[in-house]
T-cell receptor, first 113, second 115 residues
Framework: AQSVTQLDSHVSVSEGTPVLLRCNYSSSYSPSLFWYVQHPNKGLQLLLK??????LVKGINGFEAEFKKSETSFHLTKPSAHMSDAAEYFCVVRGLAGTALIFGKGTTLSVSS | DTAVSQTPKYLVTQMGNDKSIKCEQNLGHDTMYWYKQDSKKFLKIMFSYNNKELIINETVPNRFSPKSPDKAHLNLHINSLELGDSAVYFCASSQTLGQPNEKLFFGSGTQLSVL
């Protein structure tokens, strides 16, 4: 079975400092991994996805994530936080083709000036 | 143009009522989904339809009945609403259900409050 664990329910950073949102996954198969972002009162938007082509994945808005099989991790990073990055972030896994996405419980990112 | 639109955005109703949430996508996608996000922000798949055919049906009370009149629409009807049904419901679509790396496009959500 597939699952993801987001290790922090809340992360607070100052504007201009690095962001690290941690995610560990569990999958019996070679997984596809995603990060989605949800801004307040908005739907979810895909930030980036890993599909085994490259272990370092670049997404929108300066975010990137690195797939580390040995650590079963897919942490999301950004070198410099912006106020507009404040949102809820979801790590997501899909295993077999044809199965639904499995969402983590989310990490709330707060950015202070 | 909004890719995935769902209505209404907010829905406040009494226990025991029957209500529907509508979803439409104009992306030409074959697959549509309903997800439920509870008060703790946890998102869980409820249903998935591929070309109007039910593909995924998670453990959801049979008071919830999805209906797909065509592949661009997936409506969610809820009978005998209960307090625990209060949540945000998200509709989503994707090109196909078959590809592991497919991207989902989400609607902006319907916040359902059952009083």
């Amino acid at each position: 079975a597939q699952s993801v664990t987001q290790l922090d329910s809340h992360v607070s950073v100052s504007e201009g400092t690095p962001v690290l949102l941690r995610c560990n996954y569990s999958s019996s198969y070679s997984p596809s991994l995603f990060w989605y972002v949800q801004h307040p009162n908005k739907g979810l938007q895909l930030l980036l996805k890993y599909t085994s082509a490259a272990t370092l994945v670049k997404g929108i808005n300066g975010f990137e994530a690195e797939f580390k099989k040995s650590e079963t991790s897919f942490h999301l990073t950004k070198p410099s936080a912006h106020m507009s990055d404040a949102a809820e972030y979801f790590c997501v896994v899909r295993g077999l083709a044809g199965t639904a996405l499995i969402f983590g419980k989310g990490t709330t990112l707060s950015v202070s000036s | 143009d909004t890719a995935v639109s769902q209505t209404p955005k907010y829905l406040v109703t009494q226990m025991g009522n029957d209500k529907s949430i509508k979803c439409e996508q104009n992306l030409g996608h074959d697959t549509m989904y309903w997800y439920k996000q509870d008060s703790k922000k946890f998102l869980k798949i409820m249903f998935s339809y591929n070309n109007k055919e039910l593909i995924i049906n998670e453990t959801v009370p049979n008071r919830f009945s999805p209906k797909s009149p065509d592949k661009a629409h997936l409506n969610l009807h809820i009978n005998s609403l209960e307090l625990g049904d209060s949540a945000v419901y998200f509709c989503a679509s994707s090109q196909t259900l078959g590809q592991p790396n497919e991207k989902l496009f989400f609607g902006s959500g319907t916040q359902l409050s059952v009083l």
